[in-house]
């Protein structure tokens, strides 16, 4: 047995060595050195370039960090935001902007498979499910610190007390959910009367799940710290009969939709996966610049999960496929949007010339967020003249834009002088899709300037018909 763990950690600590030369890949494991040898023999004098390709993807990577960092779509200190830490959901969280950008990416993932879907109902269900755990379960457990600080220091019990006191407590203190699918199949059998018991139908939920990452540090001695990640899940109970075609359809239905909003969307890919029970599933994956990794999986679950919930009586679990009565498969389809928000930051990310540099080598940052996803639709500042009156103008037309939906970043409140390049670069890099300036002009005439993000273009409009723009503009990339 403990030759067995000796060679486990050792090839732990060889993948973790290696992974700097071989990066990782589809399954998001490093190469073998054996084989970037072999590549680097076959390319010949192409080896350069290729290690040149790295390099720039890495301080692409790095310089995305900083600007995210930087305009608050990520909290924490530099040390605190690696890839891994944000991967695995060990980070400090997102900053302001990357928490209005998840919000608007769970917005469409509502809109797409709940809100305008039949027979889809929103449900709901606690972070800890209560109970005995497993022994082979690997969530963590829920125990009070106050009750576990009182039984140690009872000094009465002996060794053997104190033991078989903490495995009571831990058997029965219950764990923190790792995925949304048992909340889902809690509410099952109840919902069912919804659908008049007629089959597929589905249900969704959007919430925190918590996993234990291990501490690649200290992992001799098996330590884990809790990572935490904001899950999308579907859960859908179809007929046995028509559950492969529906595996089918999600699964086109998933790629299709992670493509809708992304610059490029062939990174989005998916390929065919398997779990240790042999059920058959499919995984969504993101192509970072260091390799591909996992954004949504689904999986076809079988009738298994339903009958382990309610072994006492199975003819509740029965739905209505035609003029049968049967007990559903279950699909899980069950998307990270943590990851999410990660891959449209990195795909958004475009380096234009700068024009106004001195340097033809420096570059403008700009996150090219899709209209619906950026977390700010419009900027609003004001030109020179007579500050009460250009700021009464803008404060009016904040007030305005608000009410019809239209996130404003209230530019003109900012006390501190900077130029219009100035402001237009820090917009850019905080993916505002207009900036709106107010003018000595706008009182005069009603005329105020308008700047694309996307085009850099400038152009005048009347205020009176901003709103209607903005609005249509909005509605139109949604639509496309």
């Not at 990577?61 to 990520?74: D, G, S, T, V």
């Not at 990357?98 to 498979?113: C, D, F, P, Q, Y």
């Not at 919804?194 to 330590?223: K, M, W």
């Not at 890919?269 to 398997?274: I, Y």
């Amino acid at each position: 047995m403990r030759s067995g763990a000796a060679i486990r950690v050792c090839q732990k600590i060889f993948r973790c060595v290696f992974s700097s030369f071989g990066g990782r890949v589809d399954e998001g494991q490093p190469e073998r050195w054996t084989e970037r040898c072999s590549l680097e023999e076959h390319l010949g004098p192409h080896a350069e370039t290729l290690a040149d390709a790295e390099a720039e993807a890495e301080a692409r990577a790095e310089a995305l960090l900083e600007l995210c960092q930087k305009r608050h779509f990520l909290s924490g200190a530099p040390p605190q935001l690696s890839r891994d830490s944000l991967l695995s959901g060990c980070h400090p969280g997102f900053g302001p902007l990357g928490v209005e950008l998840r919000k608007n990416l769970a917005a469409e993932w509502w809109s797409s498979m709940a809100a305008f879907r039949e027979q889809v109902f929103a449900v709901d269900a606690l972070h800890h499910q209560p109970g005995p755990t497993p022994p082979a379960d690997t969530a963590f457990e829920f125990v009070s610190a106050e009750t576990l600080r009182e039984i140690l220091q009872d000094k009465d019990m002996s060794k053997e007390q104190l033991v078989a006191c903490l495995e009571n407590l831990v058997k029965t203190s219950g764990k923190l959910r790792k995925n949304l699918l048992h909340g889902a199949l809690e509410h099952y059998v109840n919902c069912l009367d919804l659908v008049n018991r007629r089959l597929p139908y589905g249900l969704a939920q959007i919430g925190v799940c918590f996993h234990p990452v291990s501490d690649t540090e200290q992992i001799l001695n098996g330590v884990k710290r809790i990572g935490e990640k904001t899950e999308a899940s579907l859960v859908w109970f179809t007929s046995p009969r028509t559950s492969s075609q529906w595996l089918d359809f999600w699964l086109r239905h998933r790629l299709l939709w992670w493509r809708k909003f992304a610059m490029s969307p062939s990174n989005f890919s998916s390929s065919d996966c398997q779990d240790e029970e042999g059920r058959k599933g499919s995984r969504l994956y993101y192509n970072f610049p260091w390799g591909k990794e996992p954004i949504e999986t689904l999986w076809h679950l079988g009738d298994q999960e339903l009958l382990l919930m309610y072994p006492e009586n199975t003819s509740k679990l029965h739905g209505r496929d035609g003029r049968k009565n049967v007990v559903p498969s279950v699909l899980s389809v069950n998307g990270d949007l943590d990851s999410g928000v990660l891959a449209y930051l990195h795909d958004s990310l475009q380096l234009a010339d700068n024009s106004f540099a001195r340097k033809n080598t420096l570059h403008r940052k700009v996150l090219k967020l899709h209209p619906c996803l950026a977390p700010i639709k419009v900027a609003l500042d004001m030109g020179k003249g007579s500050t009460a009156e250009l700021r009464q103008v803008c404060q009016g037309l904040f007030n305005e834009l608000l009410e019809n939906g239209i996130s404003v970043w209230p530019g003109y409140q900012d006390t501190v002088h900077s130029s219009m390049e100035q402001l237009y670069s820090r917009y850019d890099e905080m993916s505002v899709l207009f900036t709106i300036l107010i003018t000595e002009t706008t009182l005069e005439n009603g005329l105020v300037h308008l700047r694309s993000r996307d085009t850099t273009m400038k152009e005048m409009i009347h205020i009176a018909k901003l709103k209607d723009f903005l609005t249509k503009y909005i509605s139109t990339a949604k639509n496309v």
